[in-house]
T-cell receptor, first 114, second 116 residues
Framework: AQSVSQHNHHVILSEAASLELGCNYS??????LFWYVQYPGQHLQLLLK??????LVKGIKGFEAEFIKSKFSFNLRKPSVQWSDTAEYFC????????????FGAGTRLFVKA | DTGVSQDPRHKITKRGQNVTFRCDPI?????LYWYRQTLGQGPEFLTY????????KSRLLSDRFSAERPKGSFSTLEIQRTEQGDSAMYLC??????????????FGPGTRLTVT
């Protein structure tokens, strides 16, 4: 079955530390990839997406993600986190088979200490 | 743009009762999705509409669950004979369908269902 794995369920960082959140998926075909973020008390919102082209994707608030097809990975990075990045981050995959089912990972809770 | 809205935000019901949730998508969005999210998990896809047509359903959507989008605008999700395992956050999302593309999904605040 298709699945998405996020390596860390909880991450605690100090401000200005670098962030990398891992995401791996199990699907051998073409995929559309997403990172969503949910700030405390807010709705899920899109952080960035990859459909095709440059595998290094830049999103909002200084986040970026790199699609490595050979590793079935789409890791999220930010060089220097801020306290306001405290949130839950979800990796999501849509197998590009013409359907619209999106499969989400279990999420990673990030807490940034001021 | 008022965003995706869901009603009610919270619902407590006794086991065996029926419940219905409503989702109002962003007005120009033709695509609508329902997800279920339990504690410690990401959203699980339930079903998808393009306009009024229900095009995809998850195997998670048992015959106690039914979803409609009668005029291609708002949608309802009904759960009949609720069970304690139905307790979860039910999320609705909408998107503007791009030709051949997935489109960014905008999520609502969710309806939290508690079955006692």
């Amino acid at each position: 079955a298709q699945s998405v794995s996020q390596h860390n369920h909880h991450v605690i960082l100090s401000e200005a530390a670098s962030l990398e959140l891992g995401c791996n998926y199990s699907y051998g075909g073409t995929v559309n990839l997403f990172w969503y973020v949910q700030y405390p008390g807010q709705h899920l919102q899109l952080l960035l997406k990859y459909f095709s082209g440059d595998p290094l994707v830049k999103g909002i608030k200084g986040f970026e993600a790199e699609f490595i097809k050979s590793k079935f990975s789409f890791n999220l990075r930010k060089p220097s986190v801020q306290w306001s990045d405290t949130a839950e981050y979800f990796c999501a995959v849509n197998p590009n088979t013409g359907g619209f089912k999106t499969i989400f990972g279990a999420g990673t809770r990030l807490f940034v200490k001021a | 743009d008022t965003g995706v809205s869901q009603d009610p935000r919270h619902k407590i019901t006794k086991r065996g009762q029926n419940v219905t949730f409503r989702c109002d998508p962003i007005s120009e969005h033709n695509r609508l999705y329902w997800y279920r999210q339990t504690l410690g998990q990401g959203p699980e896809f339930l079903t998808y509409f393009q306009n009024e047509a229900q095009l995809e359903k998850s195997r998670l959507l048992s015959d106690r669950f039914s979803a409609e989008r009668p005029k291609g605008s708002f949608s309802t999700l009904e759960i009949q004979r609720t069970e304690q395992g139905d307790s979860a956050m039910y999320l609705c999302a909408s998107s503007l369908g791009l030709q051949g593309g997935l489109g960014e999904q905008y999520f609502g605040p969710g309806t939290r269902l508690t079955v006692t």
